[in-house]
């Protein structure tokens, strides 16, 4: 499966706050990612798609280990942001999502190694064009044995755990788009996160 030409989560944010650089010009292995404030907050943007590219990406940011320290701790020290009387009540933070996702893949107890799955195999063996139909197998599956959990965060949870696990053993061909469009491309999740008011309030 070829991916298309990823547009930065600076691009997708005009017009909104931008992310401010801790580092400038320090980019990790996704691309253009913006070492972000710790304090940064972003005010709701226009399209999920936009959302959830900005959120993979914080979250790439947190894998390749440039700011995991900040990432692990932030929903613990940082409080809520002061808001004008102009500002939404509803903010949205890459970083703090990006955190609680990480969080959702670390407590996945699911060893992939004895999953049988071709589809998963071939994800460990570096062909992530299978990355999608393996997410997809093994939460279904995983929401069946669970029915308390759902789909929908299986879902997530498994994505998560799966791309570290790619990010771990073939990092040459993880890429951010393959975890972007997955989540983009499931409609069941699109509308889950929808409904709880978009990523912005994801594990509130």
């Excluded at 900040?70 to 009540?89: F, H, I, K, Y």
């Excluded at 997955?182 to 912005?200: C, F, H, M, P, T």
Aim: overall charge negative.
């Amino acid at each position: 499966m070829l991916f298309p030409e990823r547009r930065t989560c600076a691009a997708l944010q005009k017009g909104s706050q931008t992310w401010k650089q801790s580092s400038p010009g320090k980019e990790s292995g996704c691309g253009a990612v913006p070492a972000s404030s710790v304090t940064g907050r972003h005010r709701a943007m226009a399209t999920f798609e936009a959302q959830t590219e900005c959120v993979v990406e914080a979250l790439f940011s947190d894998l390749l280990g440039e700011h995991e320290t900040e990432c692990r701790s932030l929903e613990t020290d940082v409080g809520e942001p002061v808001q004008s009387a102009e500002e939404p009540t509803t903010t949205f933070d890459p970083v703090v999502i990006a955190s609680r996702l990480r969080q959702m893949g670390d407590q996945c107890n699911m060893d992939f190694e004895r999953v049988s799955s071709e589809a998963l195999a071939e994800v460990l063996n570096g062909k992530m064009e299978k990355f999608g139909a393996a997410v997809d197998s093994l939460s279904r599956n995983w929401s069946d044995q669970n029915p308390e959990l759902g789909y929908e965060r299986a879902f997530l949870t498994v994505s998560v755990k799966l791309i570290t696990s790619a990010v771990k053993k073939v990092p040459a061909v993880v890429l951010c788009n393959q975890l972007i469009q997955v989540i983009n491309g499931n409609s069941q999740v699109r509308n889950y996160i929808e409904a709880l008011g978009g990523w912005e309030n994801f594990g509130n």
